[in-house]
């Protein structure tokens, strides 16, 4: 299994590398002077080219990637040329409200995802089972943004039961910051109040960026119990007499899940990245808002260092997925050696 | 497990009777406006910095009201020599920083050495006419600038600078940066509020309490406002309804015109509608064809419709502005007259140009900021215009950003690009002077690459005299020639629409700032 892991590890370090690379370029080559940006509304021509030199932005495009790719590997992501502050510093404080919103997110793709697409195949063709999968396609079609207007108009302003925006009442204040999960913060403080705000403001984006995924998840599940249905020892559970409760939770389920393990992981990578439009509607103050921040001040470094670690962590949770699958059917690991 | 339970309830139970508790205090001044990317007030300058400079720092002088007035601040009076090179300076007795420490005309001295050093954006205004060594101190109260040469708007554009406190700025200096970095994120100021910085969050958050030991005092408020909140929402919608809902107590100062009905209708809410000084305009690149014909830029000038555009997209929210310089500033002629809507006229100059040989077949690009939709609204009606008049005009969706970044010369200037021209201190200078003297080529403001060497020397000479009345001639002489030249689309003067909850009482709108100046304002429980 340690092989294993090592192996998945290399395979993910050329294409973390290729990122960084094929990101900087593409950052350099679009419209946008970054030494305008920064230089400010009134700045001269000679202040430009002050700024340009003084950031080496007037370097040849293949000196400035050699010196990019040598600082992210001692991790040094630069200084955001926007705000001169260390753009790690401000991913560090991003990274955990966005973290916060997709495990939320996941976690009630996969509560709600699992069930439902189990249900709906033990009742093949049924009612339940049209109904799933008319919400599978309204949950991949409906666009997020939409999505998150409405639920704004109807929770918020209709029935007046969930804020509009942010992470916390302005009233309360802010707990100390320990770790950036807000979530945890206001525990640690011990601030009930703050939490249960926290809860109710996690509320609404979580559940517009579940939405798309409870609906891959309960097709995944679905469709991997379905033909988990077909197999020879399903056949003679029933035959065995075993309930269909125990039957589809214990047998079935664990069979028909490897592929829905595998969509877990992908969705997670997806859902941080698909996180931006919900970010904005919301207010939420996450890399994704951060990401739509720099790219309209020409900030690459710190544009570059965002698409770095949603990279990152795409690799690693492919690394994970790649474990569960190892845990859950054993012939995997194996398979490669 | 039940110990467990048992230990949990008794260590959040005081934080219970908190939620009750944060009912009976006032809540905070939530705003909603877009916050900069650094707090230091020497590294930027742009209308969200101006939030953080008029509230957390003090200026020598500033610009209060509406029309601007320019009253002493930190200073209580200055004077200039009549050959405008030395201007000296008196500071007030009294004034104190956050940390108490009194404001001496050495701090002066140094803050206007950083800036200068620094060489950013709010140093422009100052770097072609002042060094480091013409800024000294001639006394603990009173300053003195030396300047190269003279510079009639210099006075005007003192408000840009904050005066900073050296003891702070000092020990956080790394690798020469004069502690930009540390200043970004923290406060040095004198302001009538101090900022938070643990709780600062860039572009996310920023969180200011009351000074009381501001050198003006609070007695011209029945209740200051303790703590302020700013919270900038992206969102225009989203803005919108946290507005209704009460969750901010200010939007932008862009609200849309299509919901100032809505915010109006709300009895806790209201619109703030105040004339300011922001000229919307299209700028037109002169040294690309066809814009190098002036018949061509005639021809877009007649083509757009600015009634259609004023009256029914804007809904009268705006007032027509027939050239640079706003219709509420001086130095305007007094028979100005705008450029009309007349695709019969706009099609004979097309004509024309055609005529002369100017490439009006060609697509014609119009770069728009798409975050901000006046921009793209105007782009739409005109290219449907233009489109009368055989003229194709494609819309390129852009960035402030990238924009600007583009403007630095001509060939990579957009043909035409759309935006405002805000007021970064109240002077002619600020536009026409830097938007047609030919000096100014390479910066944004002067990106329509406009060249006319009477004007280049009327704009020059007004900027060099001190005598008001001759620079209000040379200014009306200088735009009457430039509005015949046409080399932009002037359209309206920007109403300023700012959603503020009814709470919110002192709002006093200033085109400098647009009105977020917070020492002002007060709130109604």
């Known amino acids: ?125 049924g009612l339940i089972d049209h109904l799933v999968r008319l919400m599978s396609v309204g949950g991949l079609a409906i666009a997020s943004f939409w999505l998150a207007i409405m639920l704004q108009l109807v929770f918020s302003m209709e029935l007046d039961i969930l804020p509009l925006r942010g992470r916390l009442d302005v009233a309360l204040g802010s707990p100390p910051r320990l770790t950036g999960f807000l979530m945890l913060d206001t525990l640690l403080a011990g601030r009930l109040d703050m939490f249960l705000s926290a809860c109710r403001h996690l509320v609404l984006p979580a559940v517009t960026l579940a939405l798309p995924g409870i609906a891959t998840i309960a097709r995944f599940t679905r469709s991997g119990v379905l033909e988990t249905l077909q197999k020879d020892f399903v056949l003679y559970a029933r035959a065995a007499g075993y309930g269909r409760v125990r039957l589809a939770a214990i047998y079935v389920l664990r069979n028909a899940v490897t592929v829905t393990v595998t969509q877990i992981g992908l969705l997670f990578g997806a859902l941080i990245s698909g996180a931006v439009a919900v970010e904005a509607v919301f207010d939420w103050p996450g890399l994704g808002t951060y990401a739509v921040q720099a790219i309209l001040a020409a900030d690459y470094k710190a544009l570059l260092a965002v698409t770095l670690v949603v990279g990152v962590v795409y690799a690693v949770v492919n690394v994970l997925v790649d474990l569960a699958q190892a845990l859950i059917d054993p012939r995997i690991a194996g398979a490669g050696r | 497990m039940r110990q467990l339970l048992r230990s949990a309830l008794l260590a959040l139970a005081p934080s219970l009777a908190l939620v009750g508790a944060a009912g009976a205090q006032q809540r905070p001044l939530v705003w909603g406006d877009t916050l900069p990317a650094t707090l230091d007030p020497h590294a930027v300058f742009d209308v969200p910095s101006q939030f953080v400079l008029l509230n957390a720092y003090d200026g020598l002088y500033r610009y209060q009201g509406n029309p601007p007035k320019l009253v002493p601040w930190l200073a209580e009076s200055h004077t200039a020599s009549p050959d405008g090179l030395t201007w000296e300076f008196t500071l007030r007795e009294g004034a104190k920083f956050h940390d108490g420490s009194a404001i001496t005309a050495e701090d002066v001295v140094w803050s206007f050495r950083r800036l200068l050093a620094m060489n950013r954006a709010p140093a422009a205004a100052f770097t072609p006419v002042l060094k480091a060594e013409g800024v000294t101190a001639t006394g603990p109260r009173t300053v003195r600038f030396t300047l190269s040469k003279p510079y009639a708007p210099f006075l005007s554009a003192i408000p840009l600078v904050a005066v900073v406190n050296p003891r702070l700025v000092t020990p956080n200096i790394k690798e020469g940066d004069w502690g930009n970095a ?176 100017a490439p009006l077949g060609r697509e014609v690009e119009i770069h728009v900021q798409t975050e901000l939709d006046q921009t793209v609204q105007a782009a739409q ?8 008049v055989g003229v194709n005009l494609k819309i390129v969706p852009n960035t402030w950003a990238g924009i600007t970044g583009a403007t630095g010369q001509a060939q990579t200037t957009p043909d035409m690009w759309v935006h405002w021209v805000s007021t970064y201190f109240v002077d002619p200078e600020n536009w026409i002077g830097q938007m047609y003297d030919s000096q100014f080529h390479g910066t944004w403001k002067a990106s329509a690459w406009y060249g006319n060497p009477r004007v280049d020397d009327l704009l020059r000479a007004a900027r060099t005299s001190l005598d008001q009345a001759e620079r209000q001639k040379l200014y009306a002489e200088a735009t009457a020639i430039v509005v015949a030249d046409s080399p932009d689309i002037w359209v309206y003067n920007t109403l300023n629409l700012r959603g503020l909850a009814r709470r919110v009482q002192g709002y006093q709108f200033s085109p400098v700032g647009s009105g977020g100046e917070i020492r002002l304002m007060w709130l109604e429980n």
């Not at chain 1, 993910?12 to 960084?20: D, E, Q, W």
């Open chain 2, 182 to 357: 540390w200043l970004a994120a923290n406060d040095a100021g004198s302001g009538a509020y101090r900022i938070d910085p643990a709780t600062y969050q860039a572009r996310v958050s920023l969180d200011m309490d009351r000074f009381p030991g501001h050198f003006l005092g609070w007695g011209h408020v029945p209740k200051p406002i303790e703590q302020v909140r700013a919270r900038p929402v992206m969102e225009t919608s989203t803005r919108v309804l946290a507005l209704l809902r009460g969750e901010i107590d200010a939007t932008d100062s862009y609200l849309p015109t299509d919901q100032v009905e809505r915010v109006e209708k709300n009895p806790k809410t209201r619109v703030a509608k105040d004339e300011s000084m922001r000229v919307f305009m299209i700028r037109m690149n002169n040294k690309k064809p066809p814009f190098d014909s002036k018949d061509a830029r005639l021809c877009f000038a007649h083509a757009f419709n600015y009634q259609g555009f004023n009256e029914v997209i804007l809904k009268g929210l705006v007032v027509r502005n027939g050239g640079p310089n706003p219709n509420n500033l001086w130095g305007n002629p007094t028979d100005l007259k705008p450029y009309a809507y007349d695709l019969k006229l706009a099609k004979e100059h097309c004509d024309k140009a055609r005529a002369a040989g």
């Open chain 2, 381 to 388: 009606m005109y290219q449907a215009d233009l489109k009368k």
């Open chain 1, 1 to 125: 299994m340690l092989r294993y892991l090592l192996r998945r590890l290399a395979l993910s370090l050329p294409a973390l590398l290729g990122l960084v690379l094929l990101t900087f370029v593409l950052s350099r080559v679009v419209p946008g002077d970054p030494a305008a940006a920064l230089a400010g509304d009134a700045a001269t021509p000679a202040q430009i080219a002050e700024i340009r030199a003084q950031y080496g932005l007037d370097r040849p495009l293949a000196e400035q990637a050699l010196i990019h790719l040598k600082q992210v590997v001692q991790g040094d992501f630069g200084r955001s040329i926007f705000s001169g502050r260390p753009v790690a510093e401000e991913i560090l404080q991003r990274l955990p409200a966005t973290l916060e919103l997709t495990f939320a997110a996941l976690l009630l793709a996969t509560l709600i995802g699992i069930p439902l697409g189990l249900i709906a195949a033990m009742n093949h063709n």
